[in-house]
């Protein structure tokens, strides 16, 4: 039995440093092969049904993702809305006494990370291997990207080569850190689709559960816009 863990764990070393070894343009073909990239290439917009989660609860909601990055969430409960247009993130709540209100820079930064077609990795310069990491016991790359102002850790599967959680830091003025995760994978058409997304900074933490997804559903950019203020 001893003879027998001792041989596992030089198997598993093995393995790791082989890992560890892969070269970067080999993990983001098998990466970007997972993501299923060519298929995300003809599509322009995205719709889904599902709910919204935060620290007051869970409510059904609608939203809308338009290339390059619009994002727009319709709260069907409590008639919340939030969008990035691609230039500003904005809100209206109807509880509020500002019907519209830009949001926080922490709140748009989570906005814009919770859906991209496909990879985000796509067209993506400067990257680097860092090797393997184990989050939660399954080792994962960890390709890192130094944009300056902005620091962007990706954690890529080793057994499915999905992405499952990226670390934005920002290292500039007020220092910001979003954490986005990919709680579940699901198969929509055949497509590895992320079903349910975490995102989380020190103060806020929102989730998003996507269940009816409608691919292509046209969607009028004005619909992204800030709305004037009545």
């Known amino acids: 039995m001893r ?23 080999y993990i983001l073909d ?19 049904k599902g709910n919204w ?11 809308h993702f338009k290339k390059p990055d619009k994002y727009l969430m319709i709260n069907q409960r409590s008639r919340f809305i939030e969008a990035w247009d691609g230039v500003e993130s904005w809100t209206i709540a109807k509880w509020t006494k500002s019907s519209v209100a830009q949001l926080s820079a922490e709140e748009t930064l989570i906005n814009q990370s919770i859906f991209t077609f496909g990879s ?14 184990f989050l939660d016991q399954a080792p994962h790359y960890w390709i890192v990207q130094d944009q300056g102002h902005v620091l962007i850790e990706y954690f890529i599967s080793t057994e499915t080569f999905l992405l499952t959680k990226t670390i934005f830091t920002i290292k500039t003025g007020e220092p910001l850190v979003v954490i ?16 349910h997304i975490k995102l989380q900074t020190k103060s806020m933490v929102a989730e998003y559960v996507f269940n009816k997804i409608t691919l292509g559903d046209p969607v ?11």
């Open 53 to 63: 989660l935060s620290v007051h609860g869970s409510y059904p909601a609608t939203f």
């Open 220 to 230: 009028q950019d004005k619909r992204f816009s800030k709305p004037a203020k009545k």
């Open 180 to 195: 986005r995760e990919v709680v579940k994978y699901g198969d929509f058409q055949g497509v590895s689709f992320p079903t």
């Open 3 to 25: 003879q027998r863990s001792i041989m596992s764990l030089f198997l598993l070393l093995g393995l790791t440093q082989m890992r560890a070894q892969d070269s970067l343009n």
């Open 120 to 133: 985000p990795l796509k067209l993506v310069v400067g990257l680097a291997n860092k090797g393997i990491v």
């Open 30 to 48: 098998r990466h970007h092969e997972a993501h299923q990239q060519e298929l995300w290439e003809g599509i322009k917009s995205l719709s889904a």
